[in-house]
């Protein structure tokens, strides 16, 4: 984790291609998913946790470019940068970048928010530490 960018190491399964042989593009999203998932477990804030604990976190935008495809077999970095949108909401920048050369594969902006039993927004203070 190089300042408050945290980075997870993957690589891309035969099944996950499509037809011509590059990744679908709605795995990606099972990539960024998973890397904010490790992102929660590295702050030891696991997700399944804060779910029991009734912080229920989801996701209301997601905004993805795909700039180049990963192929079966290619290793690859998801990048995980958070930060606050507003007083609701925390946004998290991330990036997928092919591990042999560092290119720039996908760039994305997630934003969540937690919602409450009532199912209203609203922004529980053990979310604070994703920020440090």
Same mark, same amino acid.
């Given at each position: 984790?190089?300042?408050?960018?945290?980075?997870? #190491? +993957?690589?891309?399964? @035969?099944?996950?291609?499509?037809?011509?042989? /590059? %990744?679908?593009? =709605?795995?990606?999203? &099972? !990539? *960024?998913?998973?890397?904010?998932?490790?992102?929660?477990?590295?702050? #030891? +804030?696991?997700?399944? @946790?804060?779910?029991?604990?009734?912080?229920? /976190? %989801?996701?209301? =935008?997601?905004?993805? &470019? !795909? *700039?180049?495809?990963?192929?079966?077999?290619?290793?690859?970095?998801?990048?995980?940068?958070?930060?606050?949108?507003?007083?609701?909401?925390?946004?998290?920048?991330?990036?997928?970048?092919?591990?042999?050369?560092?290119?720039?594969?996908?760039?994305?902006?997630?934003?969540?928010?937690?919602?409450?039993?009532?199912?209203?927004?609203?922004?529980?203070?053990?979310?604070?530490?994703?920020?440090?």
């Amino acid at each position: 984790m190089i300042d408050n960018v945290f980075k997870c #190491r +993957l690589a891309v399964r @035969d099944y996950e291609c499509d037809m011509q042989g /590059v %990744v679908n593009n =709605s795995v990606y999203q &099972n !990539y *960024l998913e998973h890397a904010r998932h490790e992102f929660l477990k590295h702050k #030891r +804030l696991g997700f399944a @946790d804060l779910t029991r604990r009734g912080i229920i /976190v %989801v996701v209301v =935008s997601a905004e993805l &470019n !795909y *700039l180049r495809s990963l192929r079966s077999g290619d290793a690859f970095d998801v990048t995980v940068e958070p930060f606050k949108v507003s007083t609701l909401r925390l946004g998290f920048k991330q990036r997928i970048l092919c591990a042999s050369s560092q290119a720039l594969m996908l760039k994305a902006l997630i934003v969540t928010t937690a919602v409450n039993e009532k199912g209203r927004p609203y922004y529980p203070q053990e979310l604070d530490c994703l920020l440090e």
